[in-house]
DNA sequence: TCTGGGGTCCTAGGACCC
DNA sequence: TCTGGGGTCCTAGGACCC
């Protein structure tokens, strides 16, 4: 048995938290860049803005409609991700931290009534950090997944498409009086059953199944040879057959990135170079963080395909390494020099980024002949002092000189105009309480 | 005018091997 | 006119997730 805990409208509850006068306003999450969409409060999600929706295409509602725009502010999300977790873990002996806001809980060997324990948590959830959060419980990860749907579609909606007994928290292996598992199953689009993409979604349709249910009745080795053994494992994970593990351990990484659109255009080479160093450190940052080093190095640019009339690029290239490094040094010149080999003048760039890639577990070492000394050399040491530095005086304190002097100098940095204050892992930003 | 970032997995096809 | 079988590895592209 498995529980899905999952924090509702993630970002917008976060910020909240720390400015109720958003609540009971439809209130948007922007994308870096300010660019779209990622979370909507049920208000705005009334008001029919979608998941991805531009910005610009928000902007007119913004006075009638009262929306309040905020740019995302992921320091925030990622220390408020940190605290559900810690709670959420408290509902079951084995815990799988699955995204920023959600995790499944491994159930199995717990005693007494599980929907009283779930029920409680949420209540704990909401009162220890202010987060309301659904939680789904099935016999597999797909059930799970499906049920934690319901509790938070009948909370917004009641009673629209599920009974409102099965809001906020809803166990598919022990429904109400008067209610069944294929009723669910049947009032649930196959578009809303977790690995059933709009691709998929438009695929299954033609060949007639349109609910999660049509999906559990549809034969399995079928559904192998048309669309692959992803879809057959969930058509077996909704009836109950648990296919897919809880992955308590997290599996190490296979690649780290940092990519980003720029605020403006960039039409030379000099702020390219710029950006891709800031990334290329950012990225090695990240990869020393999980004890990992890389062996290759991609980078590419492109610009903006939205944009029809501009003339179009997208290049990228791999860039070998010597040897799987973690050196910030060594990452940065991979990529300038990959950079290079790619770049062509005349383009408006509109994204950069760079990828490391064919990772591997940082105390691996592989032997071998020195035969130059420069290279030979050890870094470790200064990128452990690089990193404290950075940590204990504020990331970029120091960096490497290619990435420029930062603050005004940097034209290329996202736009974030409504960026809410580090309440929580800042000191200057602590929030104030007046009496 | 304005459209995110960071991941994973699967599959098909080509190169290459014996 | 006739032209094997069975592998592995790599890459690109597609699809999905949040």
């Given at each position: 048995m498995h529980a899905l805990v999952d924090g509702n409208n993630f970002y917008v509850s976060c910020e909240r938290v720390f400015r109720p006068s958003l609540n009971g306003r439809p209130v948007v999450v922007l994308s870096n860049n300010d660019g779209c969409a990622i979370a909507?409060?049920?208000?705005?999600?009334?008001?029919?803005?979608?998941?991805?929706?531009?910005?610009?295409?928000?902007?007119?509602?913004?006075?009638?409609?009262?929306?309040?725009?905020?740019?995302?502010?992921?320091?925030?999300?990622?220390?408020?991700?940190?605290?559900?977790?810690?709670?959420?873990?408290?509902?079951?002996?084995?815990?799988?931290?699955?995204?920023?806001?959600?995790?499944?809980?491994?159930?199995?060997?717990?005693?007494?009534?599980?929907?009283?324990?779930?029920?409680?948590?949420?209540?704990?959830?909401?009162?220890?950090?202010?987060?309301?959060?659904?939680?789904?419980?099935?016999?597999?990860?797909?059930?799970?997944?499906?049920?934690?749907?319901?509790?938070?579609?009948?909370?917004?909606?009641?009673?629209?498409?599920?009974?409102?007994?099965?809001?906020?928290?809803?166990?598919?292996?022990?429904?109400?009086?008067?209610?069944?598992?294929?009723?669910?199953?049947?009032?649930?689009?196959?578009?809303?059953?977790?690995?059933?993409?709009?691709?998929?979604?438009?695929?299954?349709?033609?060949?007639?199944?349109?609910?999660?249910?049509?999906?559990?009745?549809?034969?399995?080795?079928?559904?192998?040879?048309?669309?692959?053994?992803?879809?057959?494992?969930?058509?077996?994970?909704l009836r109950g057959e648990a296919c897919i593990q809880l992955e308590d351990l997290p599996p190490p990484k296979k690649e780290v990135a940092c990519t980003r659109a720029f605020g403006v255009p960039v039409r030379t080479l000099a702020p390219l170079q710029e950006a891709v160093s800031d990334y290329a450190s950012r990225a090695a940052f990240k990869l020393r963080q999980q004890r990992t080093r890389a062996s290759q190095v991609l980078v590419f640019i492109h610009t903006n395909p939205f944009r029809r009339s501009d003339k179009q690029y997208a290049r990228s290239i791999t860039m070998p390494l010597r040897r799987p490094s973690g050196d910030t040094a060594a990452i940065v010149q991979a990529a300038l020099r990959g950079l290079l080999a790619i770049w062509q003048p005349g383009y408006r760039i509109h994204k950069a980024g760079v990828i490391l890639l064919d990772l591997q577990d940082a105390g691996v070492e592989q032997g071998e002949l020195e035969l130059d000394a420069a290279t030979a050399r050890e870094a470790g040491p200064l990128m452990a002092a690089l990193d404290r530095l950075n940590d204990r005086y504020g990331r970029g304190t120091v960096q490497v000189g290619s990435a420029g002097l930062g603050g005004d100098a940097r034209t290329w940095t996202m736009k974030q105009q409504w960026r809410t204050p580090q309440y929580t892992t800042c000191w200057d930003d602590l929030p104030v309480a007046r009496a």
């Open positions: 909507r409060s049920n208000e705005a999600k009334a008001l029919g803005i979608r998941m991805g929706t531009p910005f610009h295409d928000i902007r007119s509602q913004l006075p009638d409609a009262g929306v309040v725009a905020l740019s995302a502010n992921f320091t925030l999300y990622g220390d408020m991700s940190s605290r559900l977790m810690a709670i959420a873990a408290g509902l079951g002996p084995a815990q799988e931290i699955y995204s920023i806001d959600e995790c499944f809980i491994g159930l199995h060997g717990m005693p007494g009534d599980l929907l009283q324990r779930a029920v409680r948590l949420r209540e704990r959830v909401l009162r220890w950090i202010g987060i309301p959060c659904g939680i789904g419980i099935g016999s597999t990860k797909t059930l799970a997944k499906l049920a934690n749907h319901v509790a938070k579609d009948a909370e917004r909606r009641p009673d629209a498409r599920y009974p409102s007994a099965l809001a906020q928290v809803c166990d598919l292996s022990r429904l109400p009086a008067g209610c069944t598992l294929d009723q669910v199953l049947a009032a649930t689009p196959a578009a809303d059953v977790w690995g059933i993409g709009p691709r998929l979604t438009a695929q299954l349709e033609r060949d007639g199944i349109r609910t999660a249910l049509d999906l559990a009745r549809a034969d399995a080795p079928t559904l192998r040879r048309r669309f692959g053994v992803i879809v057959e494992r969930t058509v077996r994970e």
